[in-house]
Nanobody, 123 residues
Framework: VQLQASGGGLVQAGDSLTLSCAAS????????MGWFRQAPGKERDFVAA????????YYAGSVKGRFTISRDNAKNTGNLQMNTLKVEDTAVYYC?????????????????WGQGTLVTVSS
């Protein structure tokens, strides 16, 4: 499975931005897609995840209500709509995919990772 993330950029606080993640290769076994982020000097954190069917979503508390994760089955892509961005949302955002069957895709191990896309939010 190959993942290609895109859509990062420089925005101001309060703005919106949408990240996309295109999956290719052997995608039939994918169970879920997730987004993670790593701010400078910090560990990588979970942001959001969605089951491959799109039926179930998971969010970190810090983004719930502001970010929306979605899937486009026809295009094998996942999107992360980010609204009301804050300076503390500044990070490199990574998309990931897992073939592991789980009841909680916020905590499962993700085997495949994209290259990351930088989101910078200025005040």
């Amino acid at each position: 499975v190959q993942l290609q993330a895109s859509g990062g950029g420089l925005v101001q606080a309060g703005d919106s931005l949408t990240l996309s993640c295109a999956a290719s290769g052997r995608t039939l076994g994918i169970r879920a897609m997730g987004w993670f982020r790593q701010a400078p000097g910090k560990e990588r954190d979970f942001v959001a995840a969605i089951s491959w069917s799109g039926a179930i979503t998971y969010y970190a508390g810090s983004v719930k209500g502001r970010f929306t994760i979605s899937r486009d089955n026809a295009k094998n892509t996942g999107n992360l709509q980010m609204n009301t961005l804050k300076v503390e949302d500044t990070a490199v955002y990574y998309c990931a995919a897992t073939t592991v069957r789980s009841g909680n895709y916020a905590q499962v191990e993700y085997e495949y990772w994209g290259q990351g896309t930088l989101v910078t939010v200025s005040s």
